[in-house]
């Protein structure tokens, strides 16, 4: 293995054929995503012992929400060395405010179609937004079958 001083992976499950071999001066930080530690206990046993293995040996383990830190914590995550990382880019006031300036306000959503995603709640807030702004549209992208007829209405 090279020598790597730190290695991110942006699911805890891609950790797992690494942990073992990681040299003691390299540092793991694992993103814990959803689906890669919210079904391990569906998995076979050695899975989840694995799993418990990387969550324990991270460097850092960052999470996509609360939910899924309560999710690391109980799989063996160290609490002093687990937080929420929410994914996302922070838009300054002066470059949102000028954008679609004179254009029609568009909201895009991009989410796999499955009620744990939330996305109704996206359709929520939009009809908020809608209230004050008529002229704005929501276009969502997506798959999945789980969703698809409550959202192509």
């Not at 090279?2 to 950790?15: K, N, P, Q």
């Not at 930080?29 to 050695?46: E, F, Y």
């Not at 914590?73 to 994914?87: C, D, F, N």
């Not at 002229?135 to 969703?147: A, F, Q, R, Y």
Request: charged residues 20%; aromatic residues 6%; contains cysteine.
């Amino acid at each position: 293995m090279r020598d790597y001083r730190v290695i991110y992976t942006l699911f805890a499950s891609e950790a797992i054929p690494i942990v073992r071999w990681l040299p003691s001066t390299c540092r793991l930080i694992v993103h814990c995503a959803g689906t890669d530690i919210t079904t391990s206990a569906a998995r076979p046993a050695a899975y989840q012992k694995a799993l418990r293995d990387v969550l324990q040996t991270a460097h850092h383990v960052n999470c996509g929400s609360e939910f899924l830190v309560r999710t690391a914590l109980a799989l063996g995550a160290p609490p002093e060395k687990t937080s929420v990382h929410y994914l996302g880019v922070d838009v300054p006031a002066s470059l949102a405010s000028n954008v679609c300036e004179g254009a029609a306000p568009t909201i895009l959503a991009v989410s796999r179609l499955h009620p744990v995603k939330g996305l109704s709640y996206t359709i929520e807030a939009f009809a908020l937004v809608a209230r004050s702004t008529p002229d704005v549209t929501l276009e969502i992208i997506g798959d999945g079958p789980e969703l698809a007829p409550e959202v192509e209405g």
